[in-house]
C-alpha cells in the first residue's frame, strides 16, 4: 500500500483530515508536512478528475 492508497481508503471510511495525516505520520514515516502535501496532492487530482468527469 502506498501513501496515495491509504489516504483514498481512509477518506473512503470518512476519517477526518487529521486522522489521515497522524496515519501517514506513523505507517509511512513522514513528517506532520510531508503527510500534508501528499493530502494536499490527493485532493488536487481528485478536484482535476471531477473536472474531467464534468466536462472539463
Known amino acids: 500500500m502506498d501513501p496515495m492508497d491509504l489516504i483514498r481508503d481512509k477518506f473512503n471510511q470518512e476519517c477526518e483530515?487529521?486522522?489521515?495525516?497522524?496515519?501517514?505520520?506513523?505507517?509511512?514515516?513522514?513528517?506532520?508536512?510531508?503527510?500534508?502535501?501528499?493530502?494536499?496532492?490527493y485532493f488536487r487530482i481528485v478536484d482535476m478528475l471531477d473536472k474531467e468527469r464534468n466536462g472539463g
Open 17 to 41: 483530515i487529521s486522522t489521515v495525516r497522524r496515519l501517514l505520520t506513523v505507517h509511512f514515516d513522514m513528517t506532520e508536512e510531508q503527510a500534508q502535501a501528499e493530502i494536499d496532492e
